[in-house]
């Protein structure tokens, strides 16, 4: 029976910490990072805020944590996957402009906020960059990936491919796209895909 109530008490501990941080995505995107006091997020979240303070640590710890939360919510997990197992150059192109047309789609509104506080707040500041560099990381693992199967252009380097990966698939190329003209995603998708497909591999020889 003990047992049973310590699992139970973690299930409502784990609860209580995705409705906080899920409390933070919104506000923090509707209100921006400093316009939101530990009091909105403990009012929106209906926990006290001491609640706050000990399922998620300071401000600047639940900012942080945010960056998982973003990343299970546009679904990076499984596309992530299935690229890591692909052995299809264009294939593994395709997957990281999806996984990216999903971030932005899902999540651009709380990632312009972070990007946009990140020069006057240092919390946003370091979530921004946990994000910035999770995208690094990602686009250099692609990049390399391609290079091992021979399928980089001819004197691109894993370097310069990783450049041009990660610039084009950054949020503000999603935000000129979408906002300035009004670009859907699915064009953003095969407009960049297409792009990347043409500057970053080789030419397959044709008979």
């Keep these: 029976m003990a047992a049973y109530k310590s699992e139970r008490r973690q299930q409502q501990a784990q609860a209580t910490h995705r409705d906080i941080l899920r409390a933070a995505r919104r506000l923090f995107a509707e209100r ?35 960056v998982d939360t973003i990343d299970e919510e546009a679904g990076i997990a499984p596309i992530a ?3 890591a197992e692909s ?10 402009v999806r996984l990216t047309r999903q971030l932005n789609e ?9 990007l946009s506080a990140a020069s006057l707040e240092p919390d946003a500041a370091a979530a921004a960059e946990e994000g910035k560099r999770r995208h690094r990381d990602g686009s250099a ?12 252009r001819t004197g691109l380097s894993p370097e310069d491919a990783t450049a041009m990966l990660a610039t ?6 999603y935000a000129q796209l979408t906002q300035e003209h009004h670009w859907s995603y699915d064009q953003c998708e095969e407009w960049i895909t297409t792009i990347l497909t043409t500057t970053l591999l080789r030419r397959r020889r044709t008979h």
């Design 168 to 173: 084009l698939t950054w949020r503000p190329m």
């Design 81 to 83: 996957a299935r690229q």
């Design 32 to 66: 921006g990072y400093a316009a939101t006091s530990v009091a909105d997020l403990a009012q929106e979240a209906g926990v006290a805020v001491q609640t706050i303070y000990t399922s998620c640590g300071s401000k600047r710890e639940l900012v942080l944590a945010l």
């Design 87 to 96: 052995d299809k150059p264009e294939e593994i192109v395709s997957l990281a």
């Design 141 to 152: 693992r692609t990049a390399t990936k391609l290079e091992g199967l021979g399928a980089l």
């Design 106 to 114: 899902r999540c651009g509104d709380i990632i312009s906020a972070l």
